[in-house]
Nanobody, 121 residues
Framework: QVHLVESGGGLVQAGGSLRLSCAASGSIFRINDMGWYRQAPGKQRELVAAITNGGATNYADSVKGRFTISRDNAKNTVYLQMNSLKPEDTAVYYC???????????????WGKGTLVTVSS
């Protein structure tokens, strides 16, 4: 089994910062892309940022210049540094990873349970 566990959410004032972490554990052979998604009340889940195992990154336009995604492959962990937070960033943030559990190059999507980020105005 594979588990993704997020941490670092909380309440912050507008303009503040938070750092989210997501650690993958279990029967992991290799991790491909990792990413962060978010879902605000009444809205669909959306991609925030993604990073390949080689370090290439991709961001939603709404967070470019404010959020930074990074990963530590030795620790199977992905991070999201969030600066200049806005009330519209309020959402549950979910970690996602494409993980192979054997030598076969078959990757399956795994999700964390989410961590709540609330930005007050």
């Amino acid at each position: 089994q594979v588990h993704l566990v997020e941490s670092g959410g909380g309440l912050v004032q507008a303009g503040g910062s938070l750092r989210l972490s997501c650690a993958a554990s279990g029967s992991i052979f290799r991790i491909n892309d990792m990413g962060w998604y978010r879902q605000a009340p009444g809205k669909q889940r959306e991609l925030v940022a993604a990073i390949t195992n080689g370090g290439a990154t991709n961001y939603a336009d709404s967070v470019k210049g404010r959020f930074t995604i990074s990963r530590d492959n030795a620790k199977n962990t992905v991070y999201l540094q969030m600066n200049s937070l806005k009330p519209e960033d309020t959402a549950v943030y979910y970690c996602n990873a494409g993980i192979a559990t054997s030598r076969a190059p078959v990757y399956r999507d795994y999700w964390g349970k989410g961590t709540l980020v609330t930005v007050s105005s």
